[in-house]
């Protein structure tokens, strides 16, 4: 997670040095008309969009991430509860995860289905 904070702060003062290197005035083109702008707020600003841009995706992602994993955990739920409604047990240990017999419901034998007796 540091490395990211170093490599934005290694971005930002790239970007900053490279501002300051081109302060003089530009003309933008507007639908309405032109303007004269100074090339650091021209640099500056663009960087800033698309910061925003990689962030708003970012979260989009995020927020992606987060339903599937609320679907995700209901069914869990849902299985679990089926499980348990069997007589199942489920047990993890580290990434290995069992499913036991567990104990019979009440009204059922022990035996499962046996022939010839």
Known sequence: MQWRILLAILFALVVAVFAVANV???????????????LILIILGSALLGALAVAMFGVVSQLKLRRDNRHLRQDLRVCQEQNRSEGKEIVQTGDDVQISAGVPKSGE?????QEGE
């Open 24 to 38: 003089h005035a530009e003309p933008v083109s507007f639908v309405f008309g032109v303007t004269y702008v100074p």
């Open 109 to 113: 034998s022990g035996k499962g289905h």
